[in-house]
């Protein structure tokens, strides 16, 4: 993880834009945001459909390349990088959950967390011992060479989540992480990412439920591509929300 | 991501459509296993002519008696003895170009010492023969003038009839009987090894021919002078063609033949069979490039088709990898890898196939063939090419897909 550095923003964004042309007619999917997110900050990004939040991520995330604005991820200007010194960014420095979690369906939970070590020119044996040890910390220990159709929707977003970490990443970006999950395993999920951001890791949590949303610091709201509203927050405890409920049995 | 890790996961990614992926090789694989089964006929071919020649010397001209027409009827090739001791000897006395004929005859003969029964062929020469034939003596001595002139009961063994009968015992001296008459042994001939057609050249006995001719071959009715051919050697330097020609021109003359009537004899001259042989072979490996070409072709595309459907299959799974950090490069080398790999185990496994067919040809059929390690090299060689080749356009497809829009991929 990258040692904070007190004072700098790890992701910092000014007047970025992202327009869609679309048959001659122009789509601000993303109009003038600016924003700074530090070190160990746990961001939700909220707003109703279409109002660019998973824009905003993307371009965050260096999946996609703005058509106007400037974005310094950890003091760099990332503007005039190539599609390659991206990718290699994206694996050093971010770690990706998607709503679907995007695993290999016909790889093991060890290989699919080790696929960014594939890329980071980690060694085979290392691989698997990292990712093995990550998903030793998140309890999947014993699923490691299961494949994710053995697996429940919960295990396989704890997955993707120790696929985002093997890395060792400063932030974590997920978009919608518990959309696809019931609301136990939802707050489970969100338990966990707490217990990441207890560790110093910087979170940035796409959400449209505010009850997801009550667990970050930080709550950014979008409507047609703006940033209306940034607002921090004393976050609700999801450890303790998951042991109030009635079912109670972690 | 090393070529060893895109290797392997090529062979996972072919191994979880199996079926698919066997049915892709299909037009590699057979296209390999044809062209290594017709090169190792065709090798074969040339080589057992090549080791021919090396075995007889491109000079060589071989006279034997031919085809015969009397009253219109035409009798079969030897029907009639029409060579004769004294052809070889006016060969070599008036056609300066010559510088042997060898009158010989040739039968096949049971070989007895001790208990041991051997049936080997029986040669009987002249002196000549040793002229025309580089044949060396490995243990004793040759045929000599008076064992020629006398009629001598006496015998050169082929190294493999020696060891056969008389095994570690120093044959020299000992009597074997052909047919059941007695030759005494005073030589052993040099081993000159097998033909590639699987001929065993050492296996022969060589007598004087008169010996040969009047105790065990037997003596033609109509002619006592006839042989069964003449091995006629051509003077370093001298044009074999040429040499040819004067040898047709006076064996005609001597047989009285008209300018109407066919030869009776027939000349073969090891440098034309394998001139005809060479150049049907090269007519073969142009048909051979051509039949490679086309199913390489066919394969390349099937292989083509089934990555693009692969890319497509796959798009989710390439945009997590690039988001994850793969590189351009590294998912072009992770689909050139498995189309390579795809094509190249077709060609392994075609490889096998020719091989075995190869050999199934040989001991069923009794071809020679020859399967050389630089063939099927070449063979699997050019199919991970051509997999490298139709791979590379739906490779450039996968690696120049956008990320999230291959994330967002149903
Ligand atoms: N590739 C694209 N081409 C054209 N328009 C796009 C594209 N991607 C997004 N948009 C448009 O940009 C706008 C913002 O989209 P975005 O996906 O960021 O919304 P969102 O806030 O994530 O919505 P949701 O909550 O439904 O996921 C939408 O109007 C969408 O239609
Ligand atoms: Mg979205």
Known sequence: MDAAAPGRALMEVEDLARVYTMGGTALRALDGVGVAIGHGEFVAVMGPSGSGKSTFMNLLGLLDQPTRGRYRLDGEDVAGLGADARATMRNRKLGFVFQSFNLLPRATAVENVALPLVYAGVPRGERRRRAAAVLETLGLGARLDHTPLELSGGQQQRVAIARALVNEPGAILADEPTGALDSRTGLEIMALFQALHARGITLVVVTHDPEIAAFATRVLTFRDGRLVEDRRQVPRNAAAALAARPEAAA | ?410
């Open chain 2, 1 to 410: 991501m090393s070529p060893l890790d895109a290797f392997a996961g090529a062979l996972d990614s072919l191994r979880a459509n199996a079926l698919r992926s066997a049915l892709t090789m299909l037009g590699i694989f057979i296209g390999v296993a044809a062209v290594i089964a017709m090169v190792a006929v065709g090798s074969g071919a040339r080589e057992t002519v090549l080791a021919q020649i090396r075995a007889l010397g491109a000079n060589l001209i071989v006279v034997v008696p031919g085809n015969v027409t009397v009253g219109g009827v035409r009798l079969g090739s030897g029907a009639r003895a029409s060579l004769t001791q004294d052809d070889a000897l006016a060969l070599e006395r008036e056609i300066d170009a010559v510088e042997a004929a060898a009158p010989t005859s040739r039968g096949q003969v049971q070989v007895v010492a001790g208990g041991v029964n051997w049936s080997s062929w029986l040669l009987g020469v002249t002196p000549s023969f040793f002229v025309a034939r580089d044949w060396e003596i490995a243990l004793g001595r040759g045929l000599e003038a008076e064992d020629y002139d006398r009629g001598a009961q006496v015998v050169l063994l082929g190294e493999t009839v020696a060891r056969t009968l008389f095994d570690e015992i120093d044959p020299i001296g000992e009597t074997i009987r052909l047919r059941n008459v007695p030759f005494r042994v005073v030589g052993v001939l040099a081993r000159k090894g097998q033909t590639t057609g699987g001929q065993d050249q050492d296996d022969v006995v060589v007598a004087p021919l008169r010996a040969a001719q009047q105790r065990v071959l037997g003596v033609n009715r109509a002619n006592a002078r006839a042989v069964g051919s003449i091995t006629v050697r051509v003077r370093d330097g001298e044009d074999t063609a040429q040499a040819e020609e004067q040898i047709r021109a006076l064996l005609r003359q001597r047989h009285r033949l008209t300018a109407a009537q066919e030869d009776d004899f027939l000349l073969r001259n090891l440098a034309d069979i394998a001139a005809t042989r060479d150049a049907s072979s090269r007519t073969m490996s142009w048909l051979l490039a051509a039949i490679a070409t086309v199913s390489l072709l066919v394969g390349g595309i099937g292989i083509m088709n089934i990555m693009l459907v692969s890319v497509t299959e796959r798009t989710r799974e390439i945009g997590l990898r690039l988001a994850v950090g793969a590189r351009r490069r590294d998912i072009l080398m992770q689909f050139l890898i498995e189309a390579a790999t795809l094509s190249a185990l077709g060609g392994v496994a075609g490889a096998a196939l020719g091989f075995a067919a190869a050999r199934a040809l040989t001991r069923i059929a009794g071809w020679p063939t020859l399967v050389s390690p630089e063939a099927i090299l070449l063979a699997v060689g050019v199919s991970a090419g051509v997999g490298i080749v139709f791979g590379y356009y739906p490779a450039r497809r996968a690696a120049a897909l956008d990320p999230i829009e291959a994330l967002r991929h149903a």
